[in-house]
């Protein structure tokens, strides 16, 4: 008689299968989740920029100016005191716009942003720029401070950077200065609509660049790292395509994006000369001539970001593009210019 007790069980063939039809499921599934989180991300990232685009028009409509790319007020008390160390940055003044009022009310802006003799971050104002502010940060980057010193153990980074224009002076040297450009922002000009005679729609306003990564003051005739995540640095030389190809600094002194209070290239002002996520490194020096520039950060600096393909920007009228790597360079600097009547074309 048959055993009706008999237990059945797959077999060892059976159950290789079992695992091999979850692990294909699996390996279906993983990649679907990722691109649901990066679309996530990349969405979240364009809102943060509609909003500091909002925030942009609302302080025009309350001062009837933009913001500068940095301030560079130098009060009486501070004469002689270079403007570069006041380089409080767009995104400094557009604090109260931003529901960011207790950051805000805790700054002092008519103080330097480094204090002398130290050079340390002016005493009422480490608190403030050592805050995180998430509306600063994209969620497809790490999303952490990168860099500290000068008195904060962690500053506060940004993504996101205001467009000076296109690197260039009537399209060639002097490169990379914020003083005089071309852009929708420049250094300690607090510009007016009036003068975006492109149109609002045809100028850059915000976009995104990636957090810095590796050392600091680093010394290597190659790339220490991503050509995304690092700078090359031109010593004791006007900036050039040719010297910065040449470099073998990076990320002299701080790494990109390591503070959203201040308005240099390296953290929250940006410019086209490059194209998104170039494979050419990010290029800076500083500008040792005497006059009102002296100290500030010139160079090239692109837009680049971790959502493959791509980059948001946000334009002057506040809305949201998703810009492909592809942008031809004619078009993508005539984005950048406020009043160079050059149209953009269609390939963005």
């Known amino acids: 008689m048959q055993d009706r007790h008999r237990r059945c069980a797959f077999t060892l063939i059976e159950l290789l299968v079992v695992i ?11 990649p679907a989740v990722q691109k ?17 685009g909002l925030a942009v028009h609302h302080f025009e409509s309350g001062t009837r100016r933009l913001p500068a790319a940095f301030r560079a007020e130098v009060p009486p008390a501070f004469a002689g005191m270079p403007a570069y160390f006041f380089a409080w940055s767009a995104f400094a003044e557009l604090n109260p716009y931003l529901e960011q009022t207790a950051i805000h009310n805790s700054m002092d802006l008519s103080l330097p942003i480094w204090m002398p003799p130290s050079y340390n971050i002016s005493a009422p104002n480490q ?25 904060v153990a ?45 149109g ?33 640095y031109v010593k004791g030389k006007p900036l050039s395509p040719a010297e910065c190809a040449a ?18 290239l390296r953290c929250s002002s940006y410019n086209h000369f490059l194209t998104p996520n170039s494979p050419t490194p990010d290029c800076l020096t500083n500008d040792y001539t005497p006059g009102e520039g002296k100290y ?39 984005l950048a210019t406020r009043g160079s009547n050059d149209i953009p074309g269609n390939d963005y």
């Open 20 to 30: 091999a039809i979850i692990a294909i499921l699996i390996g279906l599934l993983v």
């Open 36 to 52: 649901v989180r990066a679309a996530a991300a990349r969405t979240q990232c364009a809102n943060n920029l509609k909003q500091l």
């Open 127 to 151: 608190f403030a720029v050592g805050q995180s502010v998430s509306l600063f940060l994209c969620p497809s980057d790490n999303m952490q401070p990168v860099d500290g010193g000068y008195g």
């Open 154 to 198: 962690a500053f506060g980074p940004t993504n996101y950077a205001v467009c000076v224009g296109t690197g260039t002076t009537g399209g060639g040297a002097p490169f990379g200065l914020m003083w005089n450009s071309d852009g929708m922002f420049t250094a300690k000009h607090k510009g007016r609509i009036a003068e975006i005679t492109d």
């Open 200 to 232: 609002l729609s045809n100028t850059a306003m915000i976009s995104e660049s990636t957090l810095g990564t590796g050392p600091s003051n680093a010394s290597s005739p190659t790339i220490p790292g991503s050509p995304q995540t690092v700078y090359a």
């Open 247 to 264: 470099a073998t600094d990076w990320n002299v002194s701080q790494k990109r994006g390591y503070m959203w209070a201040t308005g240099e």
């Open 296 to 334: 500030t950060s010139a160079g090239f600096r692109a837009a680049r970001s971790k959502h493959g393909g791509g980059v948001n920007l946000v334009l002057g009228d506040g809305s949201v593009r998703f810009v492909s790597d592809s942008v031809s360079q004619t078009t993508w600097w005539a």
